[in-house]
């Protein structure tokens, strides 16, 4: 079978793997969609961190399921997608419930190889029902649900402003989700395009470029005063992480959807005296990619509308590179297998 190999930073090569064979508790899929997401653009930039080459890089999936063993209520042929973080089931995290944080977590496409390939075996237990939903929206469930899990960490409450930090996919999905919990949004990013469509396509009530010399008082304009009781940080950039401290109200929350590879700092006097909560948010649970498919289903959430551009798989290696430029203007980018 084909597959697309990350051979090192900034290098793909595509080869010819083995197909794989069924084995006991795994299921195959014919992969239909590839989204392209950040993780993959951060491996191909060399920033990612937990990463080794070479890898197969893809955890944003949708295809046909060909062969199963031990996935009650799943059918061969049906359309699926899949929760692309394996856990071990024996840890304190997932003793706890807590699957996406488990200490010994293989991530799809990070830690093992992922879905750059015409198929690909995955844990039973990981598989999610199409529920008639397209191959286009199911590889959006995943990126959706980091967005959906985000805001439920942060316990987004009915007319609260949050301030989501980054207006790429992950940011996008969560200013949704944010919206969805009923929350009044403002978006902050340095792209105006991207700024624009956060209004325009999301309807974002506020935006504000990070660039721009007094953030912090169009923050308490647009708050009466108060500051967002709810910050979200969905860029992973250290500037950025740091920065936003000092847009939180007393008493908020703020969580960290993006991922550093740095030490981050801020002020113990400023961060005590608002008795704030800081937060990490890691990956998403089977219940954020329900809350994703229900809202889809709903047509609360519209998943074409962060489609930008599209490729067929064996055009992914001259076209890679360009989605890193911020003037192509690309939100998401899908992949089709033939």
Known sequence: ???????????????????????????????????????????????????????????????????????????????????????????????????????????????????????????????????????????????????????????????????????????????????????????LDVNNDRLSFCKEKLKVEHIINAMDADVTEQLKSITNGDMPTVVIDATGNLKAINNAFQYMSHGARYVLIGLQKEEISFSHPEFHKREATLMSSRNATREDFEHVISSMKKKIVDPTTYITHRVYFDQVKDEFEGWLNPANGVIKAIVEMV
């Not at 084995?23 to 993959?40: H, N, S, V």
């Not at 942060?154 to 996008?172: H, M, Q, R, S, W």
């Open 1 to 187: 079978m084909k597959t697309l190999v990350c051979t090192k930073p900034g290098e793909f090569e595509y080869a010819i793997g083995e197909q794989p064979q069924l084995k006991p508790g795994q299921a195959i899929i014919k992969i239909k969609r590839i989204g392209i997401c950040g993780t993959d653009l951060h491996a191909f930039e060399g920033t990612q961190p937990y990463f080794e080459y070479p890898r197969i890089l893809g955890h944003e999936l949708s295809g046909g399921l060909i062969a199963v063993d031990g996935a009650p209520g799943f059918e061969i042929g049906e359309a699926v997608t899949f929760i692309p973080y394996f856990f071990c089931g024996k840890c304190i995290a997932c003793r706890k419930g807590k699957q996406n944080a488990c200490e010994n977590i293989k991530v799809c496409g990070v830690h093992q190889d992922g879905g750059m390939v015409e198929y690909l075996s995955v844990p039973s237990y990981s598989l999610v029902h199409g529920d008639g939903l397209s191959f286009d929206a199911l590889a959006l469930v995943e990126p959706l649900a980091i967005g959906a899990h985000g805001v439920k960490r942060a316990g987004v409450t009915k007319d609260e402003f949050v301030l989501v930090i980054g207006a790429g996919p992950i940011g996008l999905g969560t200013m949704e989700f944010a919206r969805i919990a009923g929350a009044r949004v403002i978006a």
